[in-house]
Each structure stands twice: as structure tokens, then as C-alpha cells.
């Protein structure tokens, strides 16, 4: 009989968790069923929330090391100084748009499907042959000439903007607020390639002279060359979506473009521009948002109001100069539904609005 060999028991190595290999046993929200280190507006975040939520370092948010990038000058990160608006907390900002990756293709997807259907629609059924002469003047002039507004405010003005913020919300809010712009430059300039090659005379040149030399331009591409010099960025954003967009661009797209369309014709032009107003909505809704949220701040509010004012006095003349040198084009389209002096009031009425829900006081330079 073989001997009773002794069994051995094995033996498993124990888990031990040790700060440096696998975090504590306890931790702050250890006891947690969300896995959330932020508070989301709701009782569930959403995607917006989940995607853009501190997704941007920063000390005073879970970066405890500090700033691990700089500039040459010293300034580490995002600095704050780059704007003279303060905020208790930068990070209370959210999109009410809910902007990221995926809404920026989707929507802009969109768009263009809708401009390309309407554009082929129009091919198919010869609607440029029965415009007006007068009509397909104002469009290659005037309509030509604005291509290079929104492709300067998108290229610009915004595109600078996007990395200044302190937070990575109100930067892809106004990454978005690019994109837009450029979006609809280059559906103004394939517009405008369009209609050049569709047999009736119209010359898709004469935009850039118009832009260059015309007198009733040069208000306008004064003020969009002064807002691309601006080295504070809310101000930038400030004068370019509250001011200008509010007393120079609605003027033109909404009313003028859109209401004078239909009258001569013309169904084509008011669903292209009317995607520009269409965007212009929605950045104006986190324009809105972002600076509404500065003016009642608990701590700052009173001196981003007088920042604000200042900002005013200064943009509103430009803007409203702007606007009144364009008068004249009011009085070229054949057929005729507006007058200057209605269309000048639904913008100032615009913006005047605008401007109560900001608690911010009507400037003087205004009333010209």
C-alpha cells in the first residue's frame, strides 16, 4: 500500500489596494452609483454633458498638478486675463444648443442635403430664366458681396475666438459659430457658380468688385475688418453676435433678402439665405446664454455690465453706419415690399431686445 501522500494547500497571492497601484479602498464617491464627476443640469447628463463637461483641463476642476502646458510668456493653460469680463465660475456655461462632434456633421449635413434638393429642383424647372434683370443684378452685386462678410467672420473673427475661452464649453460653442459661417460663405460662392453657368446673364465676378469698391460696401467690410482685429475674445464675440449680426446681418438676410425674394420671382435665394438665419438662431441662443450668464453674475455683474456699455459705445456707431450706407440697394430690386426705414426698425427692435434680456441699458449712438 503506497504511502498517504500530504496534500498542500495552494495558496492565491491576496489583492492588495494600495494608493499608488490601485487607488483606495474608500474615496470620494466611492459609495456612488454615478460615475459622473460633475453635476449634470438634470437628474441624468446627457450627451452634451458627457462629451464636453471638463473635458478641458483645468487646476480649479480635478487638475491638481497645475497647468502642464504653457506659453512663452509665463501664462500657463487657458488664461483668464484674456478677456476684461470676470465670472465667478467660467464652467457653469453650457450650450443650450447641447454642440459637439456628432451635431456639427448631422446638422450641417442637413443643411446642405436641403440647398443641393432645392438647387436641383430649381435646375430642373428653369427658375432663373424668369427672374428679373434688376433682380439677378442685386444677387450677383449684392448677395455676391456678402459671401465675403460671413467668410470673413467665420475664417476671422470666430475661428480666432474657439481656443481663447477659459472653458471648453464656450469654446465649441463658438467652434460651431465658425463653422457656420464658413459653411454658408462657400453655399453663397457655389450659389453664385450656380447661377453663372445657368444661360442667363449673370456675372459671378462682380461680387469682388462690389466688395472692394462699392460705396454702399465699404461700411459693411469696414466693420468686418475692425471685428477681426479685436484681441479680446468675448468682445470680439460680443460686437460680431450682439451688435453687428443684430444691426447689420439680420438687416440684410432677414429683412431684405427674404422679404424681397418672392416678389420678384425668386423661391431659390430665400431657402439658401434662410439657413443662414437659421444658424444665426442658434448662435445667438448661446450668445445669449453665455453673456446673460455674465451680467448676473453674483460677484461680477456690475463690472461686466460697465465692460458691456463700453463695448457698446464703441460697436454700435460702426454697425450703424454700416447698415445706412447700405440704404441704397433697398431701392434696386424691380419689385419692392420693405422700405429701408421698416426693415432698419425690425433690426433695432432686434436688437433692442436683446440688449433688455442682457440687462444692459440702449446705447445713444442707436438712435441715428
Known amino acids: 500500500m503506497a504511502p498517504t501522500e500530504k496534500t498542500v494547500p495552494r495558496s492565491f497571492p491576496r489583492i492588495e489596494f494600495t494608493g499608488a497601484e490601485a487607488g483606495l479602498e474608500e474615496f470620494p464617491s466611492s459609495g456612488s452609483r454615478s460615475y459622473n464627476y460633475f453635476t449634470p443640469r438634470k437628474a441624468r447628463a446627457t450627451m452634451y454633458e458627457d462629451v464636453t463637461v471638463d473635458v478641458q483641463p483645468d487646476p480649479e476642476r480635478h487638475l491638481s498638478q497645475g497647468w502642464i502646458y504653457g506659453f512663452a510668456d509665463g501664462k500657463g493653460g487657458y488664461p483668464k486675463d484674456w478677456t476684461e469680463l470676470r465670472s465667478s465660475d467660467w464652467h457653469l456655461f453650457l450650450d443650450p444648443n447641447e454642440e459637439w ?6 446638422n450641417n449635413s442637413n443643411v446642405v442635403r436641403q440647398i443641393q434638393l432645392n438647387l436641383e429642383n430649381a435646375k430642373k424647372a428653369g427658375a432663373y430664366r424668369s427672374w428679373p434683370a434688376a433682380w439677378v443684378t442685386f444677387l450677383e452685386r449684392h448677395l455676391g458681396a456678402w459671401m465675403h462678410a460671413e467668410h470673413g467672420l467665420g475664417m476671422h473673427v470666430f475661428t480666432s475666438e474657439q481656443r481663447s475661452a ?10 460651431v459659430n465658425s463653422a457656420h459661417k464658413l459653411r454658408f460663405a462657400q453655399d453663397l460662392a457655389l450659389y453664385n457658380l450656380d447661377l453663372s453657368e445657368a444661360g442667363i446673364p449673370f456675372d459671378g465676378a462682380v461680387h469682388r468688385q462690389a466688395w472692394h469698391t462699392d460705396p454702399v460696401w465699404q461700411g459693411v467690410r469696414e466693420n468686418v475688418e475692425r471685428l477681426t482685429a479685436i484681441g479680446d475674445w468675448a468682445e470680439s464675440l460680443f460686437a460680431a453676435n450682439v451688435v453687428f449680426e443684430s444691426l447689420v446681418g439680420v438687416l440684410f438676410r432677414s429683412h431684405l433678402v427674404m422679404q424681397v425674394s418672392a416678389r420678384n420671382g425668386d423661391y431659390v435665394t430665400p431657402t439658401l439665405v434662410g439657413t443662414g438665419e437659421h444658424d444665426y438662431d442658434r448662435d445667438l441662443r448661446y450668445t445669449r446664454a453665455l453673456f ?21 459705445d464703441t460697436w454700435v456707431p460702426l454697425s450703424v453706419r454700416a447698415a445706412h450706407e447700405l440704404q441704397p440697394i433697398w431701392s434696386q430690386p424691380r419689385d419692392r415690399v ?19 434680456d442682457l440687462n444692459l441699458s440702449e446705447p445713444k449712438g442707436l438712435a441715428l
Open 292 to 312: 446673460r450668464m455674465l451680467t448676473t453674475d453674483e460677484t461680477h455683474g456690475g463690472h461686466n455690465r460697465d465692460v458691456l456699455q463700453g463695448w457698446l
Open 166 to 175: 477659459p472653458t471648453n464649453m464656450i469654446n465649441t460653442a463658438i467652434a
Open 338 to 356: 420693405v422700405t429701408f426705414a421698416d426693415s432698419w426698425d425690425g433690426a433695432v427692435a432686434g436688437l433692442r431686445s436683446l440688449l433688455s
Open 101 to 106: 462632434e456628432q451635431t456639427i456633421y448631422r
